[in-house]
């Protein structure tokens, strides 16, 4: 089999910028959450703080998600490289 790495890694890159949308994504709505508590006050700050810190930790479940995403496709590229590079070192070292 014969792997077409220039549009494998056209795909990482193509996952990785996803992955960096989604990220940003996390950032932005942790903006958003800090803008809207420096407007709220009283017993709806309170509460405010408790569903956020819901969120705060649902969101780093999610960004752990999308690291550990990020992760596996670097490394399944690196093992398809890995294992294309050995079998040609195996067949190239036949001779006939």
Do not use: P, W
């Not at 930790?57 to 960004?63: A, D, G, P, W």
């Amino acid at each position: 089999m014969k792997y077409d790495f220039n549009t494998i890694d056209l795909h990482v890159a193509e996952l990785h910028s996803v992955v960096n949308g989604m990220q940003s994504d996390v950032t932005n709505v942790n903006a958003l959450k800090q803008k809207l508590l420096t407007d709220l006050t009283g017993a709806g700050a309170a509460g405010y703080e408790q569903i956020m810190a819901a969120l705060d930790n649902k969101s780093q479940i999610y960004n752990d998600t999308l690291n550990k995403l990020r992760l596996a496709i670097d490394e399944a590229a690196k093992h398809m490289s890995h294992t294309d590079n050995a079998q040609h070192g195996k067949f190239n070292s036949i001779r006939v």
